[in-house]
């Protein structure tokens, strides 16, 4: 019995367990389709083929794929500047072009319903290519040939007008200043530039009737031997790069500098040279005291930029943060760069670093004025930053606000916990150098044992160099003056002068020379120098001026570019 009702329960459940193996597969969801749809794409069948880009004169195709069920009148709208191949009313596929560039509308209406899609139309650009006969584009000798393609779907005539540097040659040393050709595959001769630099050519072409927009090429022309290369930053402008030849170029060769296509930002105060990368600190818009109580102004950062300028990134950004953190002073010391803020301390970043925030967990400080025995014996809340350096294992901190003078100590002179007041027994033995002058930028050449250095004092202000001992013994700032070197044989003056205003900040914080770079090869120390607006020929003009260490020359290496930053890179090259 017991048998016969296990029997009769399994059969009744043999029909519940088919059941519950059979996967669930749902019933397909038929989305609701717009009532009004369609498609569109350049018709060309002429060669080269501009598929992809939506050009001026470019014909297009639209083609309603509305539902069936959606019934009524057709009716195209494309839009002013359009010209329509055949009617707008009445056609499922319709034709037209824009004779104009910009952004347009096109809707499609049928019956009650419609559809709205936006379309760019691009302008015609001539597309220029530059070939080369060698790596580099040597100067008076390098052959430059152009390539040209001009998207012109309508086949209109073109003429092409080449207009080339001065002195530019042809391959057999003939002038070859311009050159008018008609169409894509009338091309100007090989050509030779005869002056060093970024060696502008223009283009322009008129298609049909029209002028478009001139084109412009810089060609990068190197130098025939290999020599260094000084980086600056122009304000409100770009970074440049210029070759160093020391005047051994021939007499009627001009070296222009070379445009890397990269802005400066707005206060960069320094650039680092290390491994074929620029490091460009930049202090942001606001580089003197700020009521920046939120701590939400800071808007500086370090960017890494690669020597012939086709690489840039982000290696630390102090955006939206205290203003007073941004970086405004550097050095590279082994695999670490280090920089200073505003007035309270110096950081220390691997070279490595990218795409970084700044934030005290991952940055703390490498050295706060109040972790060095100085503070309150010298170096006072508010200390203003200026240019630091490590020479013979000693770092060198400039100071110029509350605190002046170039403050020397160890790595084991820095404290781990701050200090209230200073204790002389426990002072760095290094000690201070021009106690009571402001030294704005200093660079130390070991192989000459001479100190290059900027003095922004009301009764100094002037551009001095001395050996390393004779600057440790210099006492303030009339001390430093008699060092002074001469340009037109008076003393250099650095951006102040007496009682006349500094050219950007406060007379506490002004900006003045920024900063020094020294080449190995001509042996030369180089700053940029900006004028306070009173250009005499007792004064020297804003530029970058050049301080050679053996001759004791001042010589104005670039007129007329206002910079800040200065760099050299000691790897002797034709072009970077």
């Given at each position: 019995?017991?048998?016969?009702?296990?029997?009769?329960?399994?059969?009744?459940?043999?029909?519940?367990?088919?059941v519950?193996?059979?996967?669930?597969?749902?019933?397909?969801?038929?989305?609701p389709?717009?009532?009004?749809?369609?498609?569109y794409?350049?018709?060309?069948?002429?060669?080269?083929?501009?598929?992809?880009?939506?050009?001026?004169?470019?014909?297009?195709t639209?083609?309603?794929?509305?539902?069936?069920?959606?019934?009524?009148?057709?009716h195209?709208?494309?839009?002013k500047?359009?010209?329509?191949?055949?009617?707008?009313v009445?056609?499922?596929?319709?034709?037209?072009?824009?004779?104009?560039?910009?952004?347009?509308?096109?809707?499609?209406?049928i019956?009650?319903?419609?559809?709205?899609?936006?379309?760019?139309i691009?302008?015609?650009?001539?597309?220029?290519?530059?070939?080369?006969?060698?790596?580099?584009?040597?100067?008076?000798?390098?052959?430059?040939?152009?390539?040209?393609?001009?998207?012109?779907?309508?086949?209109?005539?073109?003429?092409?007008?080449?207009?080339?540097?001065?002195?530019?040659k042809?391959?057999?040393d003939?002038?070859?200043?311009?050159f008018?050709?008609?169409?894509?595959?009338?091309?100007?001769?090989?050509?030779?530039f005869?002056?060093?630099?970024?060696?502008?050519v223009?283009?322009?072409?008129?298609?049909?009737?029209?002028?478009?927009?001139?084109?412009?090429?810089?060609?990068?022309?190197?130098?025939?031997?290999?020599?260094?290369?000084?980086?600056?930053?122009v304000?409100?402008?770009?970074?440049?790069?210029?070759?160093l030849?020391?005047?051994?170029?021939?007499?009627?060769?001009?070296?222009?500098?070379?445009?890397?296509?990269?802005?400066?930002?707005?206060?960069?105060?320094?650039?680092?040279?290390?491994?074929?990368?620029?490091?460009?600190?930049?202090?942001?818009?606001?580089?003197?005291?700020?009521?920046?109580?939120?701590?939400?102004?800071?808007?500086?950062?370090?960017?890494?930029i690669?020597?012939?300028?086709?690489?840039?990134?982000?290696m630390?950004?102090?955006?939206?943060?205290?203003?007073?953190?941004?970086?405004?002073?550097?050095?590279?010391?082994?695999?670490?760069?280090?920089?200073?803020?505003?007035?309270?301390?110096?950081?220390?970043?691997?070279?490595?670093?990218?795409?970084?925030?700044?934030?005290?967990?991952?940055?703390?400080?490498?050295?706060?004025?109040?972790?060095?025995?100085?503070?309150?014996?010298?170096?006072?809340?508010?200390?203003?930053?200026?240019?630091?350096?490590?020479?013979?294992?000693?770092?060198?901190?400039?100071?110029?606000?509350?605190?002046?003078?170039?403050?020397?100590?160890?790595?084991?002179?820095?404290?781990?916990?701050?200090?209230?007041?200073?204790?002389?027994?426990?002072?760095?033995?290094?000690?201070?150098?021009?106690?009571?002058?402001?030294?704005?930028?200093?660079?130390?050449?070991?192989?000459?044992?001479?100190?290059v250095?900027?003095?922004?004092?009301?009764?100094?202000?002037?551009?001095?160099?001395?050996?390393?001992?004779?600057?440790?013994?210099?006492?303030?700032?009339?001390?430093?003056?008699k060092?002074?070197?001469?340009?037109?044989?008076?003393?250099?003056?650095?951006?102040?002068?007496?009682n006349?205003?500094?050219?950007?900040?406060?007379?506490v914080?002004?900006?003045?020379?920024?900063?020094?770079?020294?080449?190995?090869?001509?042996e030369?120390?180089?700053?940029?120098y900006?004028?306070?607006?009173?250009?005499?020929?007792?004064?020297?003009?804003?530029?970058?001026?050049?301080?050679?260490?053996?001759t004791?020359?001042?010589?104005?290496?670039?007129?007329?570019?206002s910079?800040?930053?200065?760099?050299?890179?000691n790897?002797?090259?034709?072009?970077?």
């Amino acid at each position: 019995m017991k048998r016969d009702f296990l029997k009769m329960l399994l059969i009744a459940l043999l029909p519940i367990c088919a059941v519950s193996c059979i996967d669930n597969i749902p019933e397909e969801e038929v989305l609701p389709r717009d009532a009004v749809s369609f498609d569109y794409y350049i018709d060309q069948t002429e060669e080269p083929k501009y598929y992809l880009d939506f050009y001026v004169d470019s014909r297009i195709t639209f083609v309603n794929t509305s539902p069936a069920t959606t019934q009524g009148e057709v009716h195209w709208e494309f839009g002013k500047n359009s010209v329509a191949e055949q009617a707008e009313v009445g056609n499922d596929t319709c034709h037209c072009y824009y004779t104009k560039a910009g952004t347009y509308k096109v809707k499609l209406t049928i019956g009650d319903y419609s559809k709205e899609q936006v379309i760019m139309i691009a302008p015609i650009k001539p597309i220029v290519k530059i070939n080369l006969a060698d790596s580099v584009c040597e100067v008076r000798s390098s052959l430059v040939t152009f390539e040209v393609e001009l998207p012109n779907p309508q086949n209109k005539p073109a003429t092409f007008n080449w207009k080339f540097p001065k002195d530019t040659k042809s391959d057999a040393d003939e002038d070859y200043g311009t050159f008018v050709g008609q169409g894509v595959d009338d091309l100007p001769a090989p050509v030779k530039f005869s002056h060093i630099g970024s060696q502008q050519v223009q283009l322009d072409v008129t298609l049909g009737d029209e002028e478009l927009e001139p084109v412009f090429l810089n060609v990068q022309v190197g130098y025939s031997e290999k020599v260094p290369t000084l980086y600056y930053a122009v304000q409100g402008g770009r970074i440049m790069a210029h070759k160093l030849t020391g005047g051994k170029q021939p007499a009627d060769m001009e070296i222009a500098s070379y445009d890397l296509g990269i802005a400066s930002g707005q206060h960069p105060f320094n650039i680092l040279f290390k491994d074929s990368s620029l490091y460009v600190l930049d202090a942001g818009k606001q580089f003197y005291y700020v009521n920046d109580v939120d701590g939400v102004l800071g808007d500086g950062k370090i960017s890494v930029i690669s020597k012939d300028g086709k690489k840039v990134e982000t290696m630390i950004s102090n955006a939206g943060q205290a203003a007073f953190d941004d970086p405004f002073y550097g050095f590279i010391d082994g695999d670490f760069l280090y920089y200073a803020n505003r007035n309270t301390g110096i950081m220390k970043v691997k070279l490595t670093d990218r795409d970084k925030m700044y934030n005290t967990t991952e940055y703390p400080y490498f050295v706060r004025h109040n972790h060095l025995q100085y503070y309150g014996l010298g170096l006072a809340y508010g200390a203003v930053s200026r240019n630091f350096a490590k020479i013979n294992g000693v770092w060198h901190w400039s100071t110029c606000h509350t605190a002046t003078g170039t403050y020397c100590f160890m790595d084991d002179d820095i404290l781990k916990d701050p200090v209230s007041t200073g204790d002389k027994a426990l002072l760095p033995e290094e000690g201070i150098i021009l106690d009571g002058a402001k030294i704005g930028s200093f660079h130390y050449s070991p192989k000459h044992d001479k100190v290059v250095f900027c003095v922004m004092e009301v009764t100094g202000n002037h551009v001095c160099v001395c050996t390393y001992d004779e600057w440790k013994s210099l006492e303030g700032a009339m001390g430093a003056a008699k060092q002074a070197i001469t340009f037109n044989g008076l003393p250099f003056a650095s951006n102040l002068d007496g009682n006349l205003p500094a050219v950007e900040g406060t007379g506490v914080e002004s900006v003045g020379i920024t900063q020094m770079a020294y080449d190995d090869m001509n042996e030369c120390v180089y700053f940029a120098y900006r004028n306070n607006g009173n250009d005499t020929s007792e004064k020297p003009n804003t530029g970058i001026y050049c301080y050679n260490l053996v001759t004791g020359a001042v010589t104005c290496l670039i007129e007329g570019v206002s910079a800040y930053g200065v760099a050299v890179n000691n790897t002797p090259s034709k072009l970077f």
